[in-house]
C-alpha cells in the first residue's frame, strides 16, 4: 500500500525545477558553481567537481583539501559507480602506540588520517569529465582570493572553535582581532586560491609530489608516525561497484566500504512492505525506522571493519525476520555508542542526459585536527579520531593500512528498469544512515516530493557505535514538528524521546528526482542549513 503524497507533511518551500539539469548543495554559491557550469554545456560530473571545491570556500569548517569525499555516479546508460577517497592512518599507528600515547586524541597530529578527497575527485574526473580539473577549479581559486561572504553557519562554526583555531597560524586567519567574523564579512584565503590552482594542475603532488612531503613532515613533527608510504597508497582511487538493495518496487545503490551506506540498505531491507501502510511519520513508521536504525548500530559495533566484508542483513532471510520481530516486540539492542553530528556537506548534480552524481565531502569533526599544513590553507581532517577504536582486537581498531570506518554515505535509486528516479545524501555524522533511510522511505513509501521530504520533522537514535559514547543510555531524539502526540505514543512504546526544536534534528539533505510522467527534474536543499536547489 502506497500512502498518497497528500497526506505528506507539505514543506514551507516548493521544489525547485530544471528541464535541462539541476544541482542542490547546502550553500548559494556552492549550488551556482554547478549551475553554471551545467548551463555551459559541462555534465553532471564537471558540475559536481565544480562544487566540491567552491564548498571548501563557502563551509571551511566542514569540508577541505584535507579531509574526504565519496561520490556516486549514474551514467546515461543506466551503469552506477563509487568512488571512494579516504585515507589511512600513520604506518607507526599501532594500537600500542596510541595506548602509550594515551588514547586517540581528537584533534592534533595523532587524530589525522590521510587525506582522500582530492584522491577521489580527481579519479571521478578522469572517468567522466569533459573539462580541465584547471577549468573546473579556478571559481573556487578566484573565490578564494576575492572572498565569500561568511555566513551565519560559518560564523558559528568559527565562533565554537575560535580557541582551538587560534592556536595554528592558518586558521587564525578565519578570525578578527581574536573572534568570530561578522556575518557578511568576506573570508580571504590567498594561500588556499594557490594551492586549488596548483592541484588543479596535479593533484598527485598532495599525495606523491612537495606538497606530501610538507605535509607529512608537518605532521611527524606533530609526533603522529606517519612514514609517507600510507600517504601514497591513500592517493591510489578507482571506480568500484556499488552495494545495491530492492525496496519499495525500486532499486537504491549506495556507497560501499569504509562508508556505512550498507547499514542504509540493512534499514530499507528490514523496513522494505512495513511503511507505506502507515501514516507517514506517525509513531508506528518512526518506531520502525528507529528500531532498523538500532539494529544496523547494534550490527555495526559488533562486527564491521573497512578491511573485511560488509555485514548483510539483505541477504539472510532469517536474520531479518528477526530483526522484523524484535521491532514489533519492542525488543531493540542496547546502544553501543554513537555521535549524530560531525561536520560534513553534501551536494547532488542531474545533466540532462540523465548522469547523476551525488558527492559528500568531509573533515569529520568541525574543522577537522584544527591544524593546517605551514603556508597553504589546507586544514586537515581528524577522522582517524572520529572513526577508529581503540578496543582490543575489535575489527575497527586503529590499525596501519586500515581505513576507519566512515559516516559519510551517497545513495542512488533507480526503478525496476534502471531508470534515474531520485539522488541524494546528508552531512550530520552517525545521523547520515538514518536520515538517508528516512529520506528513501518519504520518497518511495510516501511519494513525497524532494523538497517536503528533506525538510520532513526528523528523528534519531542515538548512540549506537561511536567509541566516546559507549555505555551511554538510548535517546530517540526527535523535532517537535512530529507533533506531541506522536511523541507520546513513541514515549509508550518504551523510547526515551529527546526534543530537538522544530529544526534541530540535524543534517542539511540534498535530494533531485526525476517526474516520472514528464521527465522534468525537481530538486530540494534542506532548509536546516542555507543550500538552494537550482534549476537550468
Given at each position: ?253 549506495q556507497t560501499p566500504l569504509p562508508t556505512p551506506g550498507w547499514m542504509v540498505l540493512d534499514q ?269
Amino acid at each position: 500500500m502506497t500512502v498518497s503524497a497528500r497526506t505528506f507533511p507539505q514543506s514551507g518551500r516548493v521544489s525547485a525545477l530544471g528541464a535541462d539539469g539541476m544541482v542542490s548543495a547546502s550553500h548559494p554559491a556552492i549550488s551556482r558553481a554547478g549551475a553554471d557550469v551545467l548551463a555551459s554545456g559541462g555534465n553532471a560530473v564537471d558540475a559536481a567537481l565544480a562544487m566540491a571545491a567552491v564548498a571548501w570556500l563557502a563551509l571551511p569548517g566542514q569540508c577541505g583539501i584535507g579531509g574526504d569525499a565519496f561520490a556516486l555516479v549514474r551514467e546515461p546508460g543506466g551503469a552506477v559507480r563509487s568512488f571512494g577517497g579516504s585515507g589511512f592512518g600513520p604506518d607507526g599507528g599501532t594500537p600500542g602506540f596510541y595506548r602509550a600515547a594515551g588514547g586517540l586524541p581528537r584533534y592534533g597530529a595523532l587524530s589525522v588520517a590521510g587525506p582522500g578527497a582530492v584522491a577521489a575527485l580527481s579519479a571521478l574526473h578522469a572517468a567522466g569529465a569533459t573539462r580541465s580539473l584547471e577549468q573546473l577549479w579556478e571559481p573556487a581559486a578566484r573565490l578564494a582570493t576575492t572572498g565569500l561572504p561568511c555566513t551565519a553557519r560559518t560564523r558559528g562554526d568559527i565562533d565554537e572553535h575560535r580557541e582551538r583555531l587560534a592556536t595554528d597560524p592558518s586558521t587564525a586567519s578565519l578570525l578578527r582581532d581574536g573572534r568570530a567574523p561578522a556575518v557578511g564579512t568576506r573570508l580571504i584565503r590567498p594561500e588556499l586560491a594557490a594551492t586549488i590552482a596548483a592541484l588543479s594542475r596535479d593533484p598527485g603532488d598532495l599525495y606523491t609530489g612537495s606538497l606530501a612531503e610538507r605535509t607529512v613532515t608537518a605532521l611527524v613533527a606533530g609526533g603522529a608516525p606517519f612514514s609517507g608510504d600510507e600517504w601514497v597508497a591513500g592517493g591510489d582511487v578507482h571506480a568500484e561497484e556499488p552495494l545495491s538493495c530492492s525496496y519499495a518496487g525500486h532499486v537504491v545503490h549506495q556507497t560501499p566500504l569504509p562508508t556505512p551506506g550498507w547499514m542504509v540498505l540493512d534499514q530499507l531491507a528490514i523496513c522494505d512492505g512495513e511503511l507505506g501502510g502507515h501514516e507517514p511519520l506517525g509513531a508506528p513508521a518512526v518506531h520502525w525506522l528507529a528500531g532498523a536504525a538500532r539494529i544496523a548500530f547494534d550490527e555495526r559495533y559488533r562486527s564491521a571493519g573497512s578491511d573485511r566484508p560488509a555485514p548483510d542483513l539483505r541477504g539472510a532471510a532469517d536474520a531479518l525476520a528477526a530483526a522484523r520481530e524484535r521491532i514489533r516486540a519492542g525488543d531493540l539492542p542496547a546502544p553501543a555508542g554513537a555521535r549524530p553530528d560531525g561536520d560534513t556537506t553534501s551536494m547532488v548534480a542531474v545533466d540532462a542526459d540523465g548522469r547523476a552524481v551525488g558527492l559528500i565531502e568531509s573533515l569529520a569533526f568541525t574543522f577537522g585536527a584544527g591544524l593546517a599544513v605551514p603556508g597553504t590553507g589546507i586544514v586537515l581532517n581528524n577522522r582517524l579520531a572520529r572513526g577508529a577504536y581503540l578496543v582490543p582486537g575489535h575489527p575497527n581498531e586503529v590499525a596501519p593500512r586500515r581505513r576507519p570506518l566512515h559516516t559519510l554515505n551517497s545513495w542512488i535509486v533507480t526503478d525496476a528498469e534502471g531508470h534515474l528516479r531520485h539522488v541524494g545524501n546528508t552531512p550530520g555524522g552517525d545521523g547520515q544512515v538514518q536520515w538517508n533511510a528516512q529520506l528513501i522511505s518519504h520518497l518511495l513509501d510516501h511519494g513525497a516530493g524532494p523538497q517536503d521530504a528533506v525538510d520532513a520533522p526528523r528523528f534519531s537514535v542515538f548512540p549506537g557505535s561511536d567509541a566516546g559514547d559507549l555505555g551511554s543510555p538510548a535517546e530517540l531524539r526527535c523535532e517537535d514538528r512530529l507533533g506531541a502526540g506522536v511523541l507520546a505514543d513513541l514515549a509508550a512504546r518504551g523510547h526515551d524521546v529527546v526534543r530537538a526544536g522544530d529544526l534541530g534534528g540535524g543534517g542539511s539533505a540534498q535530494v533531485v528526482s526525476v517526474d516520472r510522467d514528464t521527465g522534468a527534474l525537481a530538486g530540494g536543499a534542506d532548509s536546516r542549513q542555507e543550500g538552494v536547489a537550482l534549476g537550468v
